[in-house]
């Protein structure tokens, strides 16, 4: 798997966590080709107990997931969370995806109707600040999929 | 494996102590539960003490630090962490001392001092620290998570705003007549209901906030406690547990989560529990008084059901019922609850045990039980961390 790439001066707050082009990122994700769990990251290993642990594959979760829950969070959060301004009140969902996993990332462009358990959304980036050198520090989000 | 019992108890009061060192606050709890067991220092054979975590080199080895005050006397000491489950591990490891036959007398102890303040990432290493990705991709503290298992409760079972109002309503009258706790004001479903949102669906007045305090116990042989105490109460089981593969919970710490469910929520607390139960012959329904871990309205909720004490979604009927209140089924903490006493991560196991002891021995006035005979003590902690302590006299 080529090291991630995203789109202009972007670059990720931590690096293996996702990858792509801005409307086409995807989380990095790793399964195991014995009992079949699936995590992330993909450095974290959880198994079946008794797995043999074989055949642990690097895999990207589809682009496209269902929000399965969300809290909207009133209060900034303390460092080592940084963005460039105060950005609260924001959205907090959990995805599902069709691998069969369950993520947590920060809601962006959204509308209050869009905040349904169930509704379509995609995988994107938001960027949470620039660093000196003016590149864009970004973290993975979700947004409502468009239509 | 002997019977033990305990023959004395101790705490430091609940608050913000930010002037005082964790040894103070240590050293008052374990001189109240020594006066409580009438029992002389000398005579403690082994101590299991809570790692303090925020006190550096000296938290680590909260245990010597302590014992250093009282005099050093070459016992055994024993300090270990899990979590905010910490002050149960204690307890369990003074529990077993005694109960193989090792010692005849073991003190369990646990304090916490929090920082101002939000609690924030240790680490700096995402690799072996999922406590670093959480605070700097998503920025999460504990309540979002409790807040997005809120939410999924909420579109399951129909849970309502009034329904996790109604949990901190029936905590707060009890908080008032508990002279240890630090939050003694009683509140109404409106004013709960109108508190700031904090996570929605969440609000202040339904999340537990982060407060100092101690709490000590001293187990004994069971055939030896008449020798201290009147009214020993006896330890029916004394167990922890871990998560279970599979769990659908979105554990503190973690990103994500299994999307199928292949064990129980909250397994780490169904293990501990259904262990429990096990091991003392007791079940729910046998139980008087049930001091529940709630961070929040919906650990009380779904508390409830993790344990037994009801059907799934059926924690908010029997709440509404008033079941959960002095008088009904279970008596549900009764102390007031970390609700009205707030988190104390090395202290809160053992003070929840404190708590159901001063029950079972009828020491609780106002918010006493009446009759009590079986009293639960359940714990709960980040990553996979539980603990439950069944109590009889
Ligand atoms: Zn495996």
Redesign the pocket.
């Known amino acids: 798997m080529d090291k991630q790439k995203i789109a202009g001066d972007k670059v990720p707050a931590l690096p293996d966590l996702f990858q792509g082009e801005a409307g086409g990122v995807r989380l990095r994700s790793a399964r195991?080709?014995?009992?079949?769990?699936c995590f992330f990251p993909e450095y974290h290993?959880?198994?079946?107990p008794g797995?043999?642990?074989?055949g642990?594959e690097k895999i990207l979760l589809n682009r496209i997931g269902k929000l399965a829950s969300y809290t909207v969070q009133h209060y900034m959060p303390p460092p080592p969370f940084r963005t460039e301004k105060d950005i609260t009140p924001y959205p907090i969902g959990m995805v599902e995806f069709p691998e069969g996993i369950q993520v947590v990332g920060i809601m962006v462009d959204y509308k209050e109707d869009d905040l349904v358990l169930g509704r379509e959304v995609e995988t994107t980036t938001f960027t949470l600040y620039r660093d000196d050198k003016g590149q864009e520090i970004v973290t993975w989000a979700f947004r409502p999929k468009a239509h | 494996m002997r019977n033990v019992s305990i023959i004395g108890v101790g705490l430091h009061p609940w608050g913000k102590f930010p002037q005082n060192t964790f040894v103070e606050l240590g050293v008052q709890a374990v001189a109240n539960a020594l006066q409580d067991a009438n029992i002389k220092w000398q005579e403690i054979q082994a101590i299991a003490s809570g790692i303090y975590i925020w006190g550096g080199n000296a938290g680590h080895i909260s245990g010597q630090y302590l014992a250093a005050v009282f005099g050093e006397t070459g016992i055994p000491i024993i300090n270990v962490y899990n979590a905010c489950a910490t002050g149960a591990a204690a307890l369990r490891t003074a529990y077993m001392s005694v109960a193989s036959g090792q010692v005849d007398v073991a003190l369990a102890v646990g304090v916490d001092i929090s920082p101002e303040g939000f609690l924030s990432a240790k680490s700096d290493n995402p690799r072996q620290d999922r406590d670093v990705l959480r605070w700097r991709m998503v920025g999460m503290p504990n309540p979002a998570f409790w807040a997005l298992e809120c939410r999924k409760r909420m579109h399951k079972y129909g849970t309502t705003a009034e329904d996790l109002a109604r949990v901190k309503v029936i905590l707060s009258q009890y908080g008032v007549l508990n002279p240890n706790a630090r939050y003694r004001k009683a509140y109404t479903l409106e004013q709960v209901l109108n508190s700031p949102m904090v996570n929605d669906p969440l609000r202040l007045f339904e999340i537990c906030a982060t407060s100092d305090g101690a709490a000590a116990i001293i187990v004994c042989a069971a055939d030896k406690a008449a020798q201290y105490t009147s009214q020993p109460v006896n330890i029916a089981a004394c167990t922890m547990g871990s998560a279970i593969y599979g769990d659908p919970t979105i554990r503190i710490s973690a990103l994500s989560a299994p999307a199928k469910a292949e064990a129980p929520m909250l397994s780490e607390s169904y293990s501990a529990s259904q262990q429990a139960y096990r091991i003392a012959g007791i079940g729910p329904e046998d139980v008087d008084v049930l001091e529940l871990p709630d961070n929040s309205s919906w650990h009380y909720l779904q508390y409830l059901e993790t344990c037994g004490f009801c059907g799934e979604g059926q924690a908010e009927q029997m709440v509404r019922e008033g079941q959960t209140q002095i008088g009904g089924k279970v008596a549900v903490c009764p102390s007031g609850g970390f609700s009205s006493f707030g988190e104390a991560i090395g202290a809160q196991a053992v003070w929840q045990v404190v708590e159901a002891v001063t029950q079972l021995r009828g020491q609780c006035g106002p918010r006493q039980v009446k009759n009590a005979k079986v009293a639960m003590a359940q714990t709960y902690g980040l990553m996979g961390n539980s603990a439950t302590t069944i109590l009889t006299v």
């Open positions: 195991c080709g014995t009992c079949g769990t290993e959880q198994h079946r797995c043999s642990r074989e642990v």
